[in-house]
């Protein structure tokens, strides 16, 4: 039973383009929600977060909007630069056990230049 | 101020061995929690611990998997009779209080390989 689906394995961009990262989740009870971005043989880094009472939050090039009604969160990266090129995980959490995050199994993203 | 250190970062055991993966978290960070990523998978939640205490375990298999967290030294993840199916990354985080509000921080991994 996956509760956190990021249904697209991979996402290919130009240089400059806006880079948008989907996540879906099943839990009602989550009400904080995580993106990281992990590099090869590293651990993931956390990039930005939103608590369920927002719809949107915003740092530097990253935005996160969260849709709760239909339970879609998504990462929007402007503009995506080579550096950003990772797997990104969507990950969840629900206020009686905040501890414990819920991911989803990633996206790659690359970015051309 | 050093990151969450994880070692050893690649780990051989021939199946039946014992595997065990060391965590210290980073300075100031009495909390500790490990994941395990299958290949093809996200990563998913094993245990939480603070020191000297187990919080919540629920992730961990029922059979041949231990965690600690002394007083003193680093978080040891223990793996009995290694099988193939444990192949895997072994990731801890840390973070200074409960939750990821407070800035959960993850080490490089333990990449586990059984023969």
């Known amino acids: 039973d996956q509760q956190v689906k990021q249904n697209s394995p991979s996402l290919s961009v130009q240089e400059g383009r806006i880079s948008i990262l989907n996540c879906d989740y099943t839990n009602s009870m989550f009400d904080y929600f995580l993106w990281y971005k992990k590099y090869p043989a590293e651990g993931p880094t956390f990039l930005i977060s939103?608590?369920?009472?927002?719809d949107k939050n915003e740092d530097g090039r990253f935005t996160v909007f969260l849709n709760k009604s239909a339970k879609h969160l998504s990462l929007h990266i402007v503009p995506s630069q080579p550096g950003d090129s990772a797997v990104y995980f969507c990950a969840a959490s629900t206020g009686g056990s905040n501890y414990k995050l819920t991911f989803g199994k990633g996206t790659l993203l690359t970015v051309n230049p | 101020n050093a990151g969450v250190m994880q070692n050893p970062r690649h780990l051989v055991r021939r199946r039946g061995q014992e595997a065990r993966l060391r965590c210290s978290p980073m300075?100031?960070?009495?909390?500790v929690y490990w994941y395990r990523q299958l290949p093809e998978e996200g990563l998913k939640f094993m245990v939480y611990?603070?020191?000297?205490?187990?919080?919540?375990e629920s992730g961990m298999p029922k059979e041949r998997f231990s965690a600690e967290f002394p007083k003193e030294g680093p978080s040891i993840l223990r793996i009995q009779q290694v099988v193939r199916g444990d192949s895997a990354a072994y990731f801890c985080?840390?973070?200074?209080?409960?939750?990821?509000?407070?800035?959960?921080?993850f080490g490089s991994g333990t990449r586990l390989t059984v023969v």
């Open positions: 985080a840390s973070s200074p209080g409960s939750g990821t509000n407070y800035g959960y921080t």
């Open positions: 611990l603070q020191k000297e205490n187990i919080i919540d």
């Open positions: 300075k100031g960070h009495s909390h």
């Open positions: 939103i608590s369920s009472i927002k």
